[in-house]
C-alpha cells in the first residue's frame, strides 16, 4: 500500500464490530470529497467488514495492514 496522509486518524483500538465502522461513519461525514480517514482497530475482522462497508457506500476501501496486532486501515471518502 503507497503512503497515504490521512485527514482524520480514529483510534478505535479496543472496540469490536460494529463500533469502529460506527466511529468510522461519523467521522467520514465530517470529511471532504477525496480526504483520506485512517482507522485503527485491534478487531481481527476489522478490515474485512471496512472493505464490505465501503462496498455499499460511496466511499473507497483503500487497503489495510497489520502493525503489531492494530489493523491500519485507509479509507477515502467518495462523493455524497
Do not use: Y
Amino acid at each position: 500500500m503507497a503512503a497515504v496522509t490521512p485527514k482524520i486518524v480514529l483510534d478505535a483500538t479496543g472496540e469490536e464490530c460494529p463500533v469502529p465502522i460506527e466511529m468510522a461513519a461519523k467521522n467520514i461525514q465530517t470529511m471532504a470529497t477525496g480526504e483520506i480517514l485512517r482507522v485503527l482497530s485491534t478487531d481481527p475482522v476489522s478490515p474485512i467488514d471496512f472493505e464490505a462497508w465501503c462496498m455499499r457506500q460511496p466511499h473507497d476501501f483503500l487497503g489495510s495492514r497489520e502493525i503489531d496486532g492494530v489493523w491500519e486501515i485507509h479509507l477515502r471518502k467518495g462523493p455524497v
